[in-house]
């Protein structure tokens, strides 16, 4: 290939180079930063890189990323927190509609060649192309995802989506707000090839070339997406009703509104219309969902690499609900992990769920088999002399655990990384049997671990701040979110749980039935009521926590009882609810008593305000952050520290703080 560098020296972000035979690419590597991000820069000159395709037509076009990391990774979220007015909001939208719209009528034939994320502006660009290639590996994952944070796709996405992939495929992807992976994208027709990486470049060249007409939808589906379409918005109302109430989330019922009646172009929203960008921008959710996200970013932030620590070999200790987990989630996320237990008849279920999970996330059989090559059981525990980092899961038992960390430390590598996953011991009592109680951290997992974003990292009185960031940046590595705590009774994430669990729990010796206190806080936004939460966390371990951490004479009496008779919730099959196939048996919710809301979201609030008090965390964004990605307590509030200062007539708030 014989490439003619262009003559728009005046772009720092784009670059615009035109191959012999005319076909020209359009290469993004925003200018001093890792990520591409659309910047309001980076559009406008997307917007010169069009004139100049004016003056000047290619054969064809082709996107493509400079970045290792990925294609596009969507708006550039800060500019939306600055948006004061709807006047600004209609702005920026108006800037990525007109610029895409150019570029949708482009004259020549034009390609977007997806490489790694491509999320939201990333996927509005891709879409105005006149054909999409997506490169077929684990990281390429396109999608939508402006409704997660409380605004609509609204340069193109509600329009052109749906066009491609159908009502249906489209809806789905606009508003649960999830990524696909390329094949998927494939066979809902989002791209029109998905290769491998060592052909992509020219399997893009081909295609752009190829004169092939755009794909078109079957009638079918193209009356669905056209004059059925209010019949397919009803449908779809119903189902985003159930989990995400309007009151709470707007932005769905705005996207499924402005797609249905307005063309999908936000611009011709009436303002004051409740779908329209002006109502989004000033409504407290979407506020909220885009401080969420960026109290997301700082999460991330706390995970940074460390120079010389590149840990390739994880060790865990204990495979059991939570260590077999961790052990397959390490994997999964390229360690070789070597997994000990006292026989190796208790690590074999744990390599079990790893197949199961492994198949589940990779979908091709053969990647799945040599991921699990990577786990190895190891009874003798010989994989603690090469570990990098060796996280303990036992169980929860002080002595236990000193006992194993001295024999660990004699045996491990001097600058291995050693970690507890305890969630109720103190970890300095743990370090006090090691020689240098300082390599102790703790890095407390949630259950279950594949599904729980959050990770605490612990660090005791006697932890070196090495140690905490290197824990923190092997956290992110594992692509968990790390949030810096302090050693003190149930971290935040248990302290703030425990009590609210534990009102939920005299609530029932009350009288008041499960189902009503679950219905009521569902109804809040949890996405569980706090009775199924505690049955599925395990009644034995709610029992424990609380006991550690709740006045005695504040303790639930019923959870006690069952107990004593070994109903330990979904596990055992009875808790406060019967489990059957994994599910709780529910009766219909009564009416909840006056009040009961806020009688269960005082003691959570109070024990939040407590852990910013006393330092466990270090501010209150973090105590809303780790709240929210550590109990998926209700988004849209923007977490309990932000919900007391946006309700001050709350009970709590008023009395207590
Ligand atoms: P578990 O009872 O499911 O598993 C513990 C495993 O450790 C068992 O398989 C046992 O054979 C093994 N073990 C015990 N002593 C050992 C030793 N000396 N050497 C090798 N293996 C040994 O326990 P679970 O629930 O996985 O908890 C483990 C740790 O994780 C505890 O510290 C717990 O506090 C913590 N944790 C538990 C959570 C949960 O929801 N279960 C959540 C977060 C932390």
Redesign the pocket.
């Given at each position: 290939m014989n490439n003619v560098m262009n003559t728009l020296t005046n772009l720092v972000h784009w670059q615009l180079t035109r191959e012999n035979d005319g076909t020209a690419w359009a290469i993004l590597d925003r200018q001093n930063a890792s990520t591409n991000v659309l910047t309001a820069e980076v559009m406008a000159e997307l917007g010169l890189l069009l004139d100049e395709c004016e003056r000047q037509p290619p054969k064809a076009l082709i996107f493509k990323s400079g970045k290792a990391a990925g294609f596009i990774a969507g708006a550039d979220i800060e500019e939306f927190t600055h948006l004061d007015t709807g006047a600004q909001a209609r702005d920026l939208v108006r800037r990525g509609w007109d610029v895409y719209q150019r570029l949708a009528a482009a004259p020549y034939p034009t390609l977007a060649l997806i490489r790694g994320h491509c999320l939201g502006g990333g996927t509005e660009l891709a879409l105005a192309c006149r054909y999409r290639i997506a490169v077929d590996e684990a990281q390429t994952r396109i999608g939508l995802p402006e409704v997660m944070l409380g605004i609509v796709p609204a340069w193109g996405g509600m329009l052109r989506l749906a066009q491609k992939v159908g009502a249906g495929a489209a809806l789905d992807m606009l508003l649960t707000g999830k990524s696909i992976d390329a094949r998927r994208a494939k066979s809902i027709g989002l791209v029109d090839a998905c290769v491998p990486p060592r052909v992509m470049d020219n399997a893009a060249r081909t295609l752009v070339n190829s004169g092939r007409p755009p794909r078109t939808l079957p009638w079918l589906q193209r009356l669905l997406n056209g004059p059925l379409k209010w019949l397919v918005a009803a449908q779809a109302r119903k189902q985003v009703a159930r989990r995400a109430p309007q009151k709470h989330y707007p932005a769905p019922y705005a996207i499924l509104d402005t797609w249905a009646h307005y063309a999908g172009n936000p611009l011709a929203v009436p303002a004051d219309n409740p779908a329209a960008i002006d109502a989004l921008i000033a409504s407290p959710t979407t506020k909220n969902l885009l401080r969420v996200f960026s109290l997301q970013e700082r999460l991330k932030g706390f995970g940074k690499t460390v120079p010389d620590f590149n840990p390739q070999h994880v060790h865990v200790?204990?495979?059991?609900?939570?260590?077999?987990d961790i052990a397959a989630w390490c994997v999964l996320h390229g360690f070789t992990v070597t997994l000990?237990?006292?026989?190796i008849e208790?690590i074999a279920p744990a390599i079990a769920r790893a197949a199961q999970l492994f198949a589940k996330k990779l979908r091709d059989n053969k990647a799945a088999h040599f991921t699990l090559d990577r786990l190895i059981a190891d009874p003798q525990?010989n994989g603690v002399r090469r570990a990098d980092v060796i996280i303990?899961?036992?169980?929860?038992?002080l002595q236990?655990?000193q006992?194993?960390f001295a024999d660990i430390e004699r045996r491990a590598r001097p600058d291995a990384l050693l970690a507890?996953?305890?969630?109720?011991?103190h970890l300095a009592e743990i370090a006090r049997a090691l020689q240098q109680p300082e390599r102790l951290v703790g890095i407390?997992?949630?259950?279950p671990v594949a599904q729980m974003p959050l990770v605490e990292v612990v660090a005791s009185s006697a932890t070196a701040p090495l140690a905490a960031q290197q824990a923190a940046a092997f956290v992110r590595a594992i692509d968990k979110l790390p949030l810096p705590v302090k050693d003190a009774p149930g971290f935040l994430v248990n302290a703030v749980l425990a009590p609210y669990l534990n009102e939920a729990m005299r609530c029932v010796d009350e009288g008041i039935a499960p189902e009503t206190i679950d219905a009521a806080m569902l109804a809040f936004g949890m996405p569980m009521g706090p009775i199924e939460l505690a049955d599925t966390?395990?009644l034995d371990?709610a029992l424990a926590v609380g006991r550690q951490l709740i006045a005695a004479d504040q303790q639930p009496k019923k959870v006690a009882a069952l107990v004593a008779e070994k109903h330990l919730g979904k596990k055992s099959g009875q808790g406060f609810y019967l489990w059957r196939e994994g599910r709780a048996q529910k009766a219909a919710a009564a009416p909840a008593p006056a009040g009961l809301q806020q009688r269960l979201l005082k003691p959570l609030l109070k024990a939040a305000a407590e852990c910013v008090a006393s330092g466990v965390v270090q501010d209150a964004d973090l105590a809303d952050a780790g709240v929210i990605f550590g109990t998926g307590f209700a988004p849209y509030t923007g977490g309990p520290m932000n919900y007391r200062i946006q309700h001050p007539d709350h009970e709590y708030s008023s009395k207590t703080s």
């Open positions: 200790i204990g495979a059991g609900v939570m260590g077999g000990q237990d006292q026989t208790r525990g303990e899961a036992i169980f929860e038992n236990a655990k006992d194993l507890s996953n305890t969630s109720s011991l407390h997992f949630f259950n966390v395990g371990i």
